[in-house]
């Protein structure tokens, strides 16, 4: 049965995220397990999920918004608020932990002045724990959107950063 137009119910969202989220659902809904890879593409669009779009991605997939909200929330790789224009993710797990990983966390949290799951004043920088990203040989390890970093010391941390501002 062809479904009803549910437009006018759905909340306002921007036309930006509309879009994204009508282009993306529309590419991969047809896929078997098709959420994940759809709230992946749209994380990759945007750099979050967010809130306000669910609705629409629950009515596009055909599942209910609790469907789609509780898989947002299960993983944590899915954010529903903006990151900072790079995000950092830095392992706390077994291996670098043995490697200096909590010394290296609380410098990387001082000098950046954030916790985790929070973003610097100035909008540059995400921090984020990982549980291991498969670095373990080259401990500490972190993540910096996406590119894999290793033997990370403090020092070699502001290196990078003062590298990164330059
Ligand atoms: S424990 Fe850090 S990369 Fe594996």
Not at 13 to 30: A, C, F
Not at 123 to 149: F, Q, R
Request: proline content about 6%; glycine content about 8%.
């Amino acid at each position: 049965m062809k479904r009803a137009a549910t437009g006018s119910s759905l909340p306002d969202i921007p036309e930006s995220v509309r879009l994204v989220v009508l282009d993306v659902t529309g590419r991969l809904k047809d896929l078997p397990g098709a959420l994940l890879p759809v709230l992946h593409g749209i994380q990759d669009a945007l750099g979050y999920v967010p809130e306000a779009a669910v609705p629409l991605i629950a009515r596009e997939m055909n599942l209910s918004r609790a469907d789609v909200h509780g898989v947002i929330s299960f993983y944590h790789y899915f954010r529903q608020q903006p990151a900072g224009r790079h995000v950092i993710h830095l392992c706390r797990a077994e291996s670098c932990q043995a490697m200096g990983a909590v010394t290296l966390e609380k410098h990387v949290k001082q000098r950046l002045g954030v916790d985790f799951h929070e973003t610097t004043k100035d909008g540059e920088y995400t921090l984020e724990p990982v549980y291991c990203l498969g670095n373990c040989a080259c401990s500490p390890a972190m993540m910096v959107d996406g590119e894999l970093k290793g033997r990370v010391t403090p020092e070699r941390f502001d290196a990078w950063l003062a590298a990164e501002a330059s």
